[in-house]
Every structure is written in structure tokens, then in C-alpha cells.
């Protein structure tokens, strides 16, 4: 049986609009970084690991619903995961704190710039109206 917060998770995701979706996976992905800086500050080894592995999965899933036709600026963001998942497997390999914290720095700028562009599409969207495209940048992930 589900908890009423999955459940309110659960159907927060299905309802979500095209770039609210991918801003919920961001703040997911900031959310597992600093999990793993609190775990490696007391110490708590199994629980960077855990928060690490979980931020691969992340990255690995933004990775993989990337669609490289639909933007022009999608494969730099493609090598941007690509080097963002290499340093996050080597951050929990070596419980590197220097390369969680610039792994946990680069998903705090994407999260931002994600945030900012689901806000402008939002208000665009409600100002053209019901039907309006979704633009390129926000249909990249393939939420829309």
C-alpha cells in the first residue's frame, strides 16, 4: 500500500506539464548531491553511495531521454551528462568531496536554468494560449 505522500508524488509526476516534469527530475538530481555532501560530512559512507548511485540513475535517465534532433544546443548537453555521470561515478568511487561538490555545482546551474525556462514557457504558454507549441529547449527531454 502506498503512503499518501508517494501517492502525491506519484500523481505529481503523472499531471506534470512538458518542463515541469524535467525541473522535478533537476531538483531530484540536487536534491541526491546534497544528500551525499550531509552523508560524507558525518561520515556516513553507505549513505554518500547510496545518494551517488541514485544521481547516476538520474543523469543516466536525462542522458537517455535526450533528443539530440530537437535542439541545436543537445549534444553539448549530451557531453555535459556524459562528463556530469563519469564524475559522479568517480566521486563515489573515491568519496571525492571536492568532485561532489563541482558535480552538485553544475546540477544547481541546470536545475536554475531549467527553472527559468519552464517559468517563461508557463507564462508564454498561458498567454498564447490552448494548443501552443512547446518549444525546442523544453521538448528536448521528450516531456512534452
Request: glycine fraction near 4%; charged fraction near 25%.
Amino acid at each position: 500500500m502506498q503512503s499518501v505522500e508517494q501517492r502525491y508524488m506519484g500523481d505529481s509526476v503523472a499531471t506534470a506539464g512538458a518542463g515541469k516534469l524535467v525541473v522535478m527530475v533537476y531538483d531530484r538530481l540536487v536534491a541526491d548531491f546534497a544528500q551525499a555532501e550531509t552523508a560524507l560530512e558525518v561520515n556516513d559512507i553507505e549513505g554518500v553511495h547510496r545518494a551517488l548511485c541514485h544521481a547516476t540513475e538520474v543523469i543516466r535517465y536525462l542522458r537517455a531521454t535526450l533528443r539530440l534532433e530537437v535542439w541545436e544546443h543537445a549534444p553539448k548537453l549530451a557531453a555535459l551528462y556524459d562528463f556530469l555521470h563519469r564524475e559522479t561515478l568517480l566521486a563515489d568511487t573515491y568519496k571525492d568531496r571536492a568532485r561532489i561538490d563541482q558535480c552538485a555545482d553544475i546540477a544547481r546551474q541546470l536545475a536554475s536554468a531549467w527553472h527559468l525556462a519552464a517559468e517563461r514557457y508557463a507564462l508564454e504558454d498561458a498567454a498564447a494560449g490552448p494548443g501552443a507549441m512547446v518549444p525546442p529547449a523544453l521538448a528536448v527531454h521528450g516531456a512534452a
